[in-house]
């Protein structure tokens, strides 16, 4: 079984910046499947944000288009998602997996913004 681990978290105010990083503990996980970040906040269901596939091509969801941006560094084998001008309402736990998600769910990362 494939072990997610998300980082990078923390609390930041409107209109600020983080960067996410995920681990695989099988780093064939990102030649093999798309992957992405997925949040989810309190009371609500979990959504896709972004996604890359194998050959690179990426894909966001419309309320985190041209804020946020994922990547992945093959050699380092992790996923990562740059997340700019951040808003209120990006306040979740962020965490990684395949497009759509076939592993196990990690810990996942708080991302906070509030002033």
């Known amino acids: 079984q494939v072990q997610l681990v998300e980082s990078g978290g923390g609390s930041v105010l409107p209109g600020g910046s983080l960067t996410l990083s995920c681990a695989a503990s099988?780093?064939?996980?990102?030649?093999?499947?798309?992957t992405g970040w997925y949040r989810q906040a309190p009371g609500k269901q979990r959504e896709v944000l972004a996604g890359?596939?194998?050959?690179?091509?990426?894909q966001y969801a419309d309320d985190v288009q041209g804020r946020f941006t994922i990547s992945r560094d093959d050699a380092k084998n992790t996923l990562y998602l740059q997340l700019n001008t951040l808003k209120p309402e990006d306040s979740a736990v962020y965490y990684c997996?395949?497009?759509?998600?076939?592993?196990?769910w990690g810990q996942g990362t708080q991302v906070t913004v509030s002033s």
């Open positions: 099988n780093s064939a996980i990102f030649s093999l499947y798309a």
């Open positions: 997996n395949t497009v759509p998600d076939t592993f196990s």
């Open positions: 890359i596939t194998t050959n690179g091509a990426t």
